[in-house]
């Protein structure tokens, strides 16, 4: 249902699972576990994995803190989009990226909830894509100090205002890791 035409492809997008964002993210464990679930599904579909990694004066290029987890193997041979900006189109090659393979659907995985995460889906929304926020595959750490909600609630929240987005000719849906359905690539 995208308003991208001719792009009825779908993507994964894996943003910023690195070991300096995730490091103390509410139930780690448990969403890298979904995330290397929803990668091997996407490959078994031929469906592309890209893959998001953030860098700034905090989280500098090439540190351990800005390396993937360990947990998660990127394939050379899938794409790497590197931001500095919440939002993964902001300044980057990720639409080019997307267009290349004739995308229109994303499934979006990863970190920060309240942050990058947020900023994705809702620059992915209105830019024209059919958006699946995977409610069980993306975290957030502990923001309390700063007046935010305690991380459960902060994922649920988004969870929950995200499958009642609608703008025409688009879809934002919220499921979890076992109710994920790819596209496989056309053509």
Same mark, same amino acid.
Request: glycine fraction near 8%; proline fraction near 4%; hydrophobic fraction near 40%.
């Given at each position: 249902?995208?308003?991208?035409?001719?792009?009825?492809?779908?993507?994964?997008?894996?943003?910023?699972?690195?070991?300096?964002?995730?490091?103390?993210?509410?139930?780690?464990?448990?969403?890298? @576990?979904?995330?290397?679930? %929803?990668?091997?599904?996407?490959?078994?579909?031929?469906?592309?994995?890209?893959?998001?990694?953030? @860098?700034?004066?905090?989280?500098?290029?090439?540190?351990?803190?800005?390396?993937?987890?360990?947990?998660?193997?990127?394939?050379?041979?899938?794409? %790497?989009?590197?931001?500095?900006?919440?939002?993964?189109?902001?300044?980057?090659? %990720?639409?080019?990226?997307?267009?290349?393979?004739?995308?229109?659907?994303?499934?979006?995985?990863?970190?920060?909830?309240?942050?990058?995460?947020?900023?994705?889906?809702?620059? @992915?929304?209105?830019?024209?894509?059919?958006? &699946?926020?995977?409610?069980?595959?993306?975290?957030?750490?502990?923001?309390?100090?700063?007046?935010?909600?305690?991380?459960?609630?902060?994922?649920?929240? &988004?969870?929950?205002?995200?499958?009642?987005?609608?703008?025409?000719?688009?879809?934002?849906?919220?499921?979890?890791? @076992?109710?994920?359905?790819?596209?496989?690539?056309?053509?």
């Amino acid at each position: 249902m995208t308003t991208l035409t001719d792009r009825p492809n779908t993507a994964l997008l894996v943003i910023d699972v690195q070991n300096g964002v995730v490091a103390e993210a509410h139930d780690r464990d448990g969403v890298v @576990a979904n995330i290397n679930t %929803l990668v091997g599904k996407a490959r078994a579909d031929g469906v592309p994995v890209v893959w998001i990694q953030h @860098a700034d004066d905090e989280l500098e290029r090439g540190s351990e803190p800005w390396q993937w987890v360990p947990e998660l193997d990127r394939d050379a041979a899938e794409p %790497l989009v590197h931001k500095s900006y919440g939002d993964a189109f902001e300044d980057t090659t %990720l639409e080019a990226v997307l267009a290349e393979r004739g995308v229109g659907r994303l499934v979006v995985t990863g970190a920060v909830t309240d942050g990058c995460i947020r900023a994705t889906i809702h620059g @992915a929304f209105v830019r024209g894509y059919d958006v &699946t926020l995977v409610s069980d595959a993306h975290t957030t750490q502990d923001f309390r100090e700063y007046g935010a909600p305690a991380p459960d609630q902060v994922i649920a929240h &988004t969870n929950l205002y995200w499958q009642f987005q609608s703008a025409p000719g688009r879809q934002a849906v919220s499921a979890g890791t @076992a109710d994920v359905a790819f596209t496989a690539v056309a053509g």
